[in-house]
């Protein structure tokens, strides 16, 4: 078992070495261009990750056969005082979460070959997205905290290399950049969590620590656990460490269908799941994670619903569906978090990829440039209604499980109180309540968009027709588990639909879809959004936070840097230059002498001798 998990998380990995080694080269020896499919860095990002897809699922099956953890021992690292162990734990979590990534991973990397045809730059670019399935699997996969940590960076330098693929845009550099940054800035905290823990409970090891957290001290698993949540808020884009996610949709779009649905932004929620006694141990860092999780599915679903750029519109989505989860977790609800983590993997890599073959057909990204679409893109529009259909959580389809099991433990929590460890009372009603607000306001988007895009008269010159078969085809696919994927929960009593939450779920559903429908039947060709008056320039920067940090954060630091840099040059390098300006006028004074005439020396000489007589004689 241990080994088939090793070769899933290790064969992208291969792929992404040879990726990077051989290049293009290796499309000539291969046929060259007989088909994308004879195209060597193709072959080599495709065929690893299809391997890791079947034997993930092998893994995913024995334990659902056989549950319970398995564990297995690399070697042991001595640091002269915690040890570091590398090794691997599967259990039923991280099988489920190990099988989704591959999935996504696989029809990123399939929708890729034909969405990035042409660039000289997809060898190293299918190589980083190898690399970035692969460190997210040795996250999911990884039985120590500092392996697991060696993952989350790795995922970090992926996205900084895939947001900024097509680097000469400074639009697309300076997302990475930030990206980059503002995910380091929470890493720092993470890596201190990760310290405090594993020094705590004398091991680093995530099972031992899961098990001794009721036993640490408070303050240590209250630290530790706030520390932690630093790194998920970077990394699963919560408030205040956002940001960086809906400027990273300037890179590929299916790297963002990657990030979004199955690396990096996952992996926050994924590790609160994996160490969830280490929160339940403390309840402040619980209360904490509720209150960052209703800013955020609020405050993203209303940035969402007046954005122009189709791509932000799913980016702010993302960071309030992982909000949502993140509710899910702080009311106790891990199974329901842990089923909207994959219900949301399938639906948002369906939407994004849906939504590049939008752009690749209308040249554009913003939703003013669509209309009347579903005629030409039957095969993505038929998909991409299914992926809202989820995302607002319509009934059958997969959101509508998922989001109804997590309403339903926060409305118990609210009325009755969560498992014990969950958060105070106060905290689980404003949990409750920003859920509900929340399934409101996602309909609204997710209806705006779709009448937008596939409604009314066509607002482009292009042709509507389907893209390639590779980017349709894998649609399609995809719209198959995002569709039927809810059915899989009615196995466990705590994630089937309930009838109240279902009835109040659906009723906000037909008043935020309806009322976005209302708006839009009154004159198609204008949108929606234009009902929002004066806070629509608000709800568009997402209330202004970046001005605000560049205001409080940016600003400062650029002006303490000036005055680093003139002092710099005013003192550091004034001494500096002034020493070596002083050495070189003193060599020209004691160069004078020596300047390799013999008449000069011989002058000198006689000079001296003359000198030295004269004083003899004078003396004497």
């Known amino acids: ?20 080694l051989s290049g293009p080269s290796l499309t000539r020896l291969l046929g060259g261009g007989g088909g994308p499919l004879r195209n060597g860095p193709a072959l080599i990002a495709c065929v690893p990750v299809g391997v890791s897809l079947v ?86 996969y990884s039985g120590d905290l500092l392996v697991l940590y060696v993952g989350w960076e790795v995922m970090g330098i ?17 997302a990475a950049v930030k990206a980059f940054l503002v995910t380091r800035l929470g890493d720092a905290g993470f890596l201190i969590g990760v310290l405090v823990l594993g020094a705590g409970a004398g091991t680093f090891q995530i099972g031992a620590v899961v098990q001794k957290a009721a036993t640490l001290p408070d303050a240590t698993v209250t630290a530790g656990a706030l520390l932690l949540l630093a790194g ?78 189709v791509k932000r519109v799913l980016a702010y989505s993302t960071i309030s569906q992982l909000a949502v989860m993140a509710a899910a977790l702080a009311v106790g609800a891990k199974s329901a978090a842990i089923f909207h983590l994959l219900t949301h993997g399938a639906f948002k890599a369906l939407l994004f990829l849906a939504a590049g073959c939008v752009i690749v057909v209308a040249g554009s990204t913003l939703l003013a440039q669509y209309g009347g679409l579903r005629r030409g893109m039957p095969v993505t529009f038929w998909s991409m209604t299914v992926g809202l259909a989820a995302l607002a959580g319509v ?21 009755h109180g969560g498992p014990s460890g969950t958060v105070p009372g106060g905290v689980a009603w404003l949990v409750y309540l920003g859920l509900l607000l929340t399934a409101a306001l996602t309909a609204a988007y997710a209806m705006r968009a779709w009448l937008m895009t596939f409604f009314g008269e066509p607002r482009g010159t292009y042709e509507m027709r389907e893209p390639s078969r590779f980017m349709s ?51 198609p060709a204008l949108d929606p959004a234009r009902l929002l008056g004066r806070v629509r320039p608000v709800f568009a920067r997402a ?10 954060v940016v600003r400062p630091v650029l002006a303490l840097a000036r005055q680093v840099v003139r002092f710099d040059g005013r003192r550091v390098d004034a001494a500096v230059v002034g020493s070596g300006r002083a050495a070189t006028r003193l060599g020209g004074v ?17 000079a001296g001798v003359v000198v030295i007589v004269a004083g003899v004689v004078i003396l004497l």
Not at 1 to 20: E, K, N, Q, Y
Not at 99 to 120: E, F, H, I, N, T
Not at 166 to 173: L, M
Not at 543 to 552: H, M, N, R, S
């Open 1 to 20: 078992m241990i080994w088939l998990a090793s070769l899933v998380a290790l064969l992208p990995f291969l792929a992404a070495f040879a990726g990077l």
């Open 55 to 140: 034997l993930s699922a092998i893994v995913a099956f024995a334990v659902w056969r056989d549950p319970g953890p398995r564990t297995g021992l690399l070697t042991v690292v001595e640091t002269g005082s915690v040890p570091i162990r590398v090794g691997l734990q599967v259990d039923g979590l991280a099988a489920v979460v190990g099988l989704m990534v591959c999935c996504v991973a696989l029809a990123v990397q399939v929708y890729s070959v034909a969405y990035m045809k042409g660039d000289r730059r997809y060898s190293s670019y299918a190589a980083f997205v190898s690399m970035f399935t692969s460190a997210m699997l040795l996250v999911v």
């Open 158 to 174: 992926c996205s900084y290399f895939l947001i900024g693929h097509h680097w000469e845009e400074r639009a697309n550099s300076r």
């Open 232 to 309: 998920v808020a970077g990394k699963s884009a919560q408030f205040p460490l956002h940001t960086w996610l809906p400027d990273a949709m300037a890179g590929p779009t299916p790297v963002s269908a990657l990030i979004h649905a199955a690396t990096m932004v996952a992996a926050g929620v994924y590790v609160v799941a994996r160490v969830y006694e280490v929160f339940a141990a403390a309840s402040a860092a619980l209360a904490v994670l509720g209150v960052i999780a209703v800013i955020s599915m609020v405050g993203s679903a209303l940035a969402a619903l007046a954005q122009d750029d």
């Open 395 to 415: 009934p059958p389809f997969s959101g509508w499980f998922s989001k109804d099991s997590v309403i339903e433990a926060a409305q118990h929590a609210a009325l």
């Open 473 to 523: 085809w894998t649609v399609a696919v995809l719209a198959v588990p995002a569709a039927i994927l809810g059915f899989f929960g009615l196995g466990a009593a705590e994630l089937r639909p309930h009838a109240g939450s279902t009835v109040l779920a659906s009723l906000l559903v037909v008043l935020g879809g309806g009322a976005a429908f209302l708006v839009w039947n009154r004159d």
């Open 543 to 552: 209330f202004y936070v970046d001005e605000l940090y560049a205001l409080a």
């Open 590 to 606: 004691l160069r004078v002498p020596r300047n390799g005439n013999a008449q000069t020396y011989l002058t000198g000489l006689l």
